[in-house]
T-cell receptor, first 116, second 111 residues
Framework: GAVVSQHPSRVICKSGTSVKIECRSL??????MFWYRQFPKQSLMLMAT?????????EQGVEKDKFLINHASLTLSTLTVTSAHPEDSSFYIC????????????FGDGTRLSIL | KQEVTQIPAALSVPEGENLVLNCSFT??????LQWFRQDPGKGLTSLLL?????REQTSGRLNASLDKSSGRSTLYIAASQPGDSATYLC??????????FGAGTTVTVRA
């Protein structure tokens, strides 16, 4: 089945550091990837939609200069949390959609980001 | 804006008991509904996907029903096992791919 690889699985870093998270579709071409954020015991909240070769679309309330998204190829999207602060600590999950219509999203295993 | 609610928030049952998890959504104009499993600190595993034209989907011990007009879906897990302990999320999809998730039901199956 379709596999999405997300890396790293866990990051602990100091406040002010920029952190990059990668999301790769391993056996299919993903024209669209999504980035979600999940707080403890809460639902996944969509942050942005990433389309290959074009600018990401951010949901209301998400700072595009804080969360930089790049989708340079059909198999890779990256999320960079710039100048991270403790309030950015969260669980970030990506998902990818196959080119063919009506396919479900496939999710990565998530990245636990902890900013000290 | 689509609102997805899952009740109960948590559920604890003895092994062997059947599980019933509920999901409701406010906007019935959905393309499909999907049930996921999430283990602690992990990503999502897709369990069942029901198209808006379907009434139910089955996979092994899992059965999910969909009543689009009333904005409800139910996930049934038969003969629960300790390995079924996890958080179960439902998500609805409109015509675009943007999923709206419920907060989940955390299930504990006691051996």
């Amino acid at each position: 089945g379709a596999v999405v690889s997300q890396h790293p699985s866990r990051v602990i870093c100091k406040s002010g550091t920029s952190v990059k998270i990668e999301c790769r579709s391993l056996d299919f071409q993903a024209t669209t990837m999504f980035w979600y954020r999940q707080f403890p015991k809460q639902s996944l909240m969509l942050m942005a939609t990433s389309n290959e070769g074009s600018k990401a679309t951010y949901e209301q309330g998400v700072e595009k200069d804080k969360f930089l998204i790049n989708h340079a190829s059909l198999t890779l999207s990256t999320l960079t949390v710039t100048s991270a602060h403790p309030e950015d600590s969260s669980f970030y999950i990506c998902s990818a959609v196959e080119v063919s219509v009506n396919q479900p999203q496939h999710f990565g295993d998530g990245t636990r980001l902890s900013i000290l | 804006k689509q609102e997805v609610t899952q009740i109960p928030a948590a559920l604890s049952v003895p092994e062997g008991e059947n599980l019933v998890l509920n999901c409701s959504f406010t906007d019935s104009a959905i393309y499909n509904l999907q049930w996921f499993r999430q283990d602690p600190g992990k990503g999502l595993t897709s369990l069942l996907l029901i198209q808006s034209s379907q009434r139910e989907q089955t996979s092994g011990r899992l059965n999910a029903s969909l009543d689009k007009s009333s904005g409800r879906s139910t996930l049934y897990i038969a003969a629960s096992q300790p390995g079924d302990s996890a958080t179960y999320l439902c998500a609805v999809r409109p015509n675009d791919y943007k999923l709206s998730f419920g907060a989940g039901t955390t299930v504990t199956v006691r051996a």
